[in-house]
Nanobody
Framework: QVKLVESGGGQVQPADSLTLSCLASGPIFSIYTMAWYRQAPGKERDLVAHITSGGTIEYTDSVKGRFTISRDDAKKAVYLQMNNLEPEDTAVYYC??????????????WGQGTQVTVSS
């Protein structure tokens, strides 16, 4: 079965940096869009950034200039470099991949989430 596993979360101080990683495994044929979402306590899960298989990247306005999304297709991985973190970035971060399995099924898959806490 397809599995996405995030890592790299933690507790940091404002202005610190963190890099999140998400690795996919299982019977994967091809991965299209890779994305990072986040969900703060009491709020909905929102898109942070996504990157298409063609390299098109989009960010939500609040992270532009601070976060960088990248992907490594050979490793089936997506990364989120987060700089100059703010308390408002505190949330559980989830990776999401739209992919096709070797059984020719296309769907969106989610990781289990990794907590990022920014606090002084």
């Amino acid at each position: 079965q397809v599995k996405l596993v995030e890592s790299g979360g933690g507790q940091v101080q404002p202005a610190d940096s963190l890099t999140l990683s998400c690795l996919a495994s299982g019977p994967i044929f091809s991965i299209y869009t890779m994305a990072w979402y986040r969900q703060a306590p009491g709020k909905e899960r929102d898109l942070v950034a996504h990157i298409t298989s063609g390299g098109t990247i989009e960010y939500t306005d609040s992270v532009k200039g601070r976060f960088t999304i990248s992907r490594d297709d050979a490793k089936k991985a997506v990364y989120l470099q987060m700089n100059n973190l703010e308390p408002e970035d505190t949330a559980v971060y989830y990776c999401n991949m739209e992919l096709t399995t070797i059984q020719a099924r296309t769907n969106h898959y989610w990781g289990q989430g990794t907590q990022v806490t920014v606090s002084s």
